[in-house]
C-alpha cells in the first residue's frame, strides 16, 4: 500500500480514538456505560491496528522484537477490533438471535489469537522480511492471512445482521440512520475482508491474485475507514443529514402544497403575517416546518371559504367578489372538503396533494373545455 495512504489512514483511525476519549473519561464510562467503553476501545485498537500496518513503523518494531512481529500486533488488534464491536451492536441492538450468537464470540476470539500466535511462533516468525504483496510469498503467510481474514468476513456479516434485525424495531429516526450507518461499515467490511480471502488463496491459484481484485480491496478498505470514521459522527451530524435528505424527499410534496396556497390566497389573503416562500436551501434545512406552515394556511382557507359559502341567504359577499369568484373558490371547496385535521400528519400532506393535484387537473380541463376542445370519440 502507498506511504501516504497509509499514514493517512492511521491518522483518521487516531482522530476518531481521540475525539471520543474526553467524553469517554468525562462520564467515566468504564463504570457508568460499559458498551459505550467497549466501543472506544475498538477505536483504539482499530488506531493501533492502523498504526502497526504503516511500514517504517511496523519495520521498526520488528527490528525492535522479533521478525514480523509487527503483523501478529496488527492482527491480533484487528480480531480484538472485530469482536469488541460485533459484541457490542449484538448487545446494544439486543434480539433473541443475538442473544443466542454473542455467547460464541469469545470462544472464536481465543481460537482465532491461539491459532493466530501458534502460526507465528512456529512459521512466520522464521521466514524472511514480510513483504505486503497481494498474493502471499510463503505458504506460512498464507495461513495467517487465512486465519484472520475468514474470522474478520465472519464478524463483519455477523455484525451486520445484528444491526439489520434490530433495525425495524428502532422509530428514532436519528438512530435509525446510524444504524444503516453501521450496517454499511461492517457490510463494507466484510466485502473488504473476502477479497483479502481470495487474495491470499491466490497461493494456490495464480488467477485469484489477480490485479483487478487487489484494486477492489484497496478500494474497499478507504471506504471501509471513511465509514468507520462516519459512524462515530456526533448525532448533531445526523441530524443535520437526516433534515437535508427529508429536505429532497418533500421538496415535491411542497410544490403540490403551494399551488393549493397560492391558489387559496386569491380569495382569502393571510391576515396575520405573509411568510415569504422558502429557498431551495432553506427548505432542506426546515422541511418539516414549511409543511407545517402550509397545512395549517390551506385548512384556515378551507375554512374561510367553507363559512362563505355557507353564508345566510341574500347575505353580502365579501368585497371584491363576483359569481366567478364564488364559483372558483367552490372548486378549491370542493377539492379539499374531505380533508379534515385529524389522524396522522403525513396522511393529511398526501390527502393535500391528491387534492392539488386534482385542482390542478380540473382546471386544465376546464380551461380546454373554454377553448372549445373536445376528447376524440
Known amino acids: 500500500m502507498n506511504a501516504a495512504v497509509e499514514i493517512s489512514l492511521c491518522i483518521l483511525a487516531w482522530l476518531v480514538a481521540l475525539i471520543r476519549l474526553p467524553s469517554v473519561l468525562e462520564s467515566n464510562a468504564w463504570r457508568s456505560d460499559r458498551i459505550a467503553f467497549r466501543i472506544w476501545i475498538a477505536t483504539f485498537f482499530f488506531a493501533l491496528t492502523m498504526t502497526f500496518l504503516v511500514t517504517p513503523i511496523g519495520d521498526a518494531i ?8 509487527s503483523r501478529l500486533l496488527a492482527y491480533c488488534s484487528v480480531a480484538f477490533t472485530l469482536y469488541l464491536t ?5 448487545a446494544t441492538f439486543s434480539t433473541p438471535k443475538n442473544a443466542r450468537q454473542l455467547r460464541y464470540l469469545k470462544p472464536y476470539l481465543l481460537f482465532t489469537l491461539g491459532l493466530l500466535t501458534v502460526i507465528y511462533v512456529f512459521f512466520v516468525s522464521h521466514t524472511s522480511r514480510w513483504v505486503e ?3 502471499p510469498a510463503t505458504a506460512a503467510e498464507m495461513a495467517f492471512k487465512l486465519t484472520l481474514f475468514s474470522y474478520a468476513t465472519i464478524l463483519c456479516i455477523l455484525m ?19 444504524i444503516i450507518a453501521i450496517i454499511l461499515t461492517a457490510s463494507g467490511g466484510a466485502a473488504f475482508f473476502f477479497t483479502k480471502t481470495i487474495l491470499a488463496l491466490g497461493y494456490l491459484w495464480t488467477p485469484l491474485g489477480s490485479p483487478s481484485i487487489h484494486t477492489m480491496s484497496k ?31 418533500y421538496w415535491l410534496a411542497y410544490q ?3 399551488y393549493l396556497v397560492k391558489s387559496l390566497d386569491r380569495y382569502c389573503p393571510p391576515v396575520a403575517f405573509i411568510e415569504e416562500k422558502p429557498s431551495f436551501g432553506g427548505f432542506m434545512r426546515r422541511s418539516e416546518y414549511y409543511l407545517y406552515r402550509a397545512t395549517i394556511r390551506i385548512f384556515d382557507g378551507k375554512a374561510f371559504i367553507g363559512d362563505i359559502l355557507n353564508r345566510e341567504k341574500g347575505k353580502e ?18 377539492a379539499l372538503k374531505n380533508i379534515y385535521a385529524v389522524g396522522d400528519f ?9 387534492a392539488s393535484r386534482n385542482l390542478a387537473r380540473s382546471r386544465s380541463f376546464g380551461a380546454q373545455e373554454a377553448y372549445g376542445w373536445r376528447p376524440q370519440s
Open 256 to 258: 403540490d402544497l403551494s
Open 133 to 135: 504483496e497481494p498474493t
Open 219 to 249: 478500494a474497499l478498505m478507504t471506504a471501509t475507514a471513511m465509514l468507520w470514521a462516519g459512524s462515530f459522527l456526533h448525532n448533531n451530524v445526523y441530524t443535520r443529514a437526516l433534515s437535508i435528505f427529508r429536505g429532497f424527499r
Open 317 to 334: 359577499l365579501p368585497k371584491g367578489w363576483t359569481d366567478l369568484t364564488l364559483e372558483e373558490a367552490n372548486q378549491i371547496f370542493q
Open 346 to 354: 403525513w396522511d393529511i400532506v398526501r390527502s393535500f396533494r391528491i
Open 86 to 90: 460485533t459484541s457490542s451492536s449484538m
Open 62 to 69: 520488528n527490528r525492535l522484537t522479533a521478525p514480523n512481529f
Open 160 to 178: 451486520a445482521l445484528a444491526c439489520y434485525r434490530y433495525l425495524e424495531q428502532e422509530m428514532v429516526a436519528v438512530t435509525k440512520y446510524r
